[in-house]
T-cell receptor, first 111, second 113 residues
Framework: EAQVTQNPRYLITVTGKKLTVTCSQN?????MSWYRQDPGLGLRQIYY???????DKGDVPEGYKVSRKEKRNFPLILESPSPNQTSLYFC??????????FGPGTRLTVT | AQSVAQPEDQVNVAEGNPLTVKCTYS??????LFWYVQYPNRGLQFLLK??????LVKGSYGFEAEFNKSQTSFHLKKPSALVSDSALYFC???????????FGSGTRLQVQP
């Protein structure tokens, strides 16, 4: 089954404790992206990657890092999380016709 | 910078009636436009897209959208709403570089039986 997976689905952590949210897709898509969803703000793009070793900032990259060492994986790293990064995070991959496939989401709470 | 506006936070419609969810956009060059739907506790699902060609685009679950270049709009429509259509709908625009995707703030559609 074609899918995008994210782990963990739920995470509660404390300010400053480094964390990684994993994302993997099995569709061989070149383009992958991370978004955060906040009430009233819709989805905002954090980072995207056009291909392996090619990443670029989206609209809200501050406080986040990404890496793309292999095509299927695109982890999101918060090196020093803060409460304003409490949000619902989505990973997505895109096929050549520009249709995006979203993961199930990761709900992050930073206290 | 590109942007998307969804002017209605919520749209209420009775089952069987037509529905419209509004979207306007701003982008340099020719836009690539999309609609996605989010059901409770789920990720987003693709509904339809406009890249080029016919201004009326048909998508999943009986939805369609009309691209209007002069009004920079891409409204989502359905002739007869179902209770199961109740969800959060997002409009999005991608610039022709194909790099960044910008979403609107979302419109919650509530279909009453």
């Amino acid at each position: 089954e074609a899918q995008v997976t994210q782990n963990p689905r739920y995470l509660i952590t404390v300010t400053g404790k480094k964390l990684t949210v994993t994302c993997s897709q099995n569709m061989n898509h070149e383009y992958m992206s991370w978004y955060r969803q906040d009430p009233g703000l819709g989805l905002r793009q954090i980072y995207y990657s056009m291909n392996v070793e090619v990443t670029d900032k989206g609209d809200v990259p501050e406080g986040y890092k990404v890496s793309r060492k292999e095509k299927r994986n695109f982890p999101l790293i918060l090196e020093s999380p803060s409460p304003n990064q409490t949000s619902l995070y989505f990973c997505a991959s895109m096929d050549p016709s520009y249709e995006q496939y979203f993961g199930p989401g990761t709900r992050l709470t930073v206290t | 910078a590109q942007s998307v506006a969804q002017p209605e936070d919520q749209v209420n419609v009775a089952e069987g009636n037509p529905l419209t969810v509004k979207c306007t956009y701003s982008v340099s060059g020719n836009p690539y436009l999309f609609w996605y739907v989010q059901y409770p506790n789920r990720g987003l699902q693709f509904l339809l897209k406009y890249i080029t060609g016919d201004n009326l685009v048909k998508g999943s679950y009986g939805f369609e959208a009309e691209f209007n270049k002069s009004q920079t709009s891409f409204h989502l429509k359905k002739p007869s709403a179902l209770v199961s259509d109740s969800a959060l709908y997002f409009c999005a625009v991608r610039d022709t570089s194909g790099r960044a995707l910008t979403f609107g703030s979302g419109t919650r559609l509530q279909v009453q039986p």
